[in-house]
């Protein structure tokens, strides 16, 4: 295993702990498609859209049929958007501090808020600094921070709010102070996907023997020495062999995104895990097609802003599955 920190990590702090940035929607027509669905006084908490991962980077729930103006602000938005939800603080509501672990910027992602509804009794209380944030804004907020947020007004309080990676697009959304924080700061910004060729995907097909870590997304520490290995499979995930997916032991399906050159990180999530397929020669052959021959591998990759730790794992053949075990994390 070997770990690598850029030159620079973490030599500019971020900014503050919010940001505007220069994207705005039409919080009046949100707040109409809200209405249809949801009534004002109406007892709920949180209307899912969009969620991470499934066959590809999301999964669209069938409700967002009806929000059109909600779909164009995701098919137009400058990062694909992983997760969207529509979240409800009711009058005289509050919520205890808390922080989001493992995720933020430092992780690849930024959950972005869009304000459809609310009074000036709302507040968000984000590191001990009040935030009164107007309809149709789009503010960032580093939620891995404690916040709470405070409803002492006589009306509901709405947000969409949007799980994004951090992208090359998105960072120029963001207000200019921030760029050299982007540039030489502890954040990780994610590369664009990448598709495969046809028939790319049976010739990176094969089984690896990884740590169970790696797979556990809450796993800080995912190459530690004498944690157990699990076998898993990566298989085409369609006839034109266009996607790959990695199968577990024990049958779980984990669909992955193509960033070129033969790495992968998982759908619906930003690089903090990647892998890379090996074989002898390169992942690819001559006059750039895939290779299919000898030996096979993969590089893991873990990263948490600017460092970057990497493990090589061998491919598994019949009769040299890891004794220790084959216990399976979660994602």
Known sequence: MSTEVLAGAAVVPMPAAAARLSTSFNAGWLAAELRGVRPPADDWRCLVLRSPGGPGDWTDAPLLERFPHVRYILDTFPAPVFGARFMCRRPGTGAAGRIE???????????????????????????????????GDLWFGDFTRTHQVLNHGQDHCVHLALDVPVTERLVRAFPVAWREFFHRGDVLVNRPPRPLAPGGAAALAGELSVPAGFLAREDEDPFRAGQARTAVTLEPADDRGERLWLRTGGGRVLPLTHLGGGEFRFAGRSEERTLRVRRAGGPYGAGGSYGTGGSYGAVLYARTGRGTAELAVPGVTKGSRDPRGQEEGES
């Open 101 to 135: 672990a493992a995720q933020g910027l430092r992780w690849g992602t930024a959950r972005l808020h869009v304000p459809v509804q609310t009074n000036t009794e709302t507040v968000l209380v984000l590191d001990g600094e009040v935030h009164r944030w107007a309809p």
